[in-house]
């Protein structure tokens, strides 16, 4: 076998980040509620909620835990999804923007 040809041996193993709740799981249109996501496989994981990334997202050595600032938002619920390089979580939960 030649150097640097991928073998079956070296395939990785993608694990799904799993969402389980939202801690403040609303607030104003205005953006800028601290919530906390836990679940696992969180690791390396963008936060979008609505559609658009959260701020400042900071996850815990486990990977269960993930803390973020709500992007700005309309009136309404809005889904919440975890992306990795890998997978994404689909909306499990929703976070309200109150008017």
Do not use: C, H, W
């Amino acid at each position: 076998m030649a150097a640097g040809v991928p073998q079956s041996s070296d395939q990785f193993t993608y694990l799904d980040p799993v969402i389980t709740a939202i801690t403040s799981s609303s607030g104003p249109t205005t953006g800028g509620r601290k919530v906390t996501i836990t679940g696992s496989d969180l690791q390396g994981a963008r936060l979008v909620i609505g559609g658009t990334s959260a701020a400042g997202v900071k996850v815990n050595g486990k990977g269960t835990s993930r803390k973020a600032e709500v992007p700005v938002g309309t009136v309404g619920p809005a889904e919440v999804e975890v992306y990795t390089p890998g997978s994404f979580a689909p909306a499990v939960t929703t976070y309200t923007y109150a008017s």
